[in-house]
């Protein structure tokens, strides 16, 4: 089942993690913020907002932060640094109760992405699928399993749309 291969995916790209605190009720606004962060911020900035425990990425390619709701359960958000700026904001795994600033939720029929936005460019990342919004120098990315929006992502351009 592909929701179980994206399972295993994030399972092993996040390490033993302690209780941290992302939103439970997330806001993603397209191109400006995702659960109350927004690109460039630093990783202080990031800890005064999401709390200071999180396991971080050791397969990742740029220095990656990962937040969950309750330790050893794939919920929550995360982001990833370059030069000390986050470049990329993502939830993890399906956390209930996030939405967008448009009224897109967690657990929504895909159909919906296109009936709020308009036709996106739909971007294949293997088990799930990203579709993206373009806005300035920003990417929103709505994650979708099984044609059901499972996540959301904010992200600079030049960082990849597939986490």
Not at 100 to 113: C, E, K
Not at 129 to 137: A, D, I, V, W, Y
Request: charged content about 20%.
């Amino acid at each position: 089942m592909r929701v179980g291969t994206l399972a295993s995916i994030v399972l092993l790209a996040i390490p033993s993690v302690a209780t941290a605190a992302p939103p439970r009720v997330g806001l993603v606004v397209s191109g400006e913020s995702l659960g109350g962060l927004t690109l460039g911020a630093t990783g202080a900035q990031v800890r005064a907002a999401w709390g200071s425990r999180h396991g971080l990425c050791r397969d990742c390619r740029v220095r990656t932060w990962y937040f969950n709701f309750r330790p050893f359960e794939p919920q929550g958000a995360g982001v990833s640094f370059r030069r000390g700026r986050a470049v990329a904001l993502f939830t993890v795994w399906s956390p209930a109760d996030w939405r967008t600033d448009r009224g897109l939720g967690v657990g929504d029929p895909a159909a919906r992405i296109a009936g709020i936005y308009g036709p996106l460019l739909r971007v294949n990342c293997g088990t799930y699928s990203g579709f993206t919004l373009r806005r300035g120098k920003t990417r929103t990315t709505f994650y979708v399993v099984d044609e059901q929006v499972w996540g959301f992502g904010l992200s600079l351009l030049t960082e990849p749309t597939c986490r």
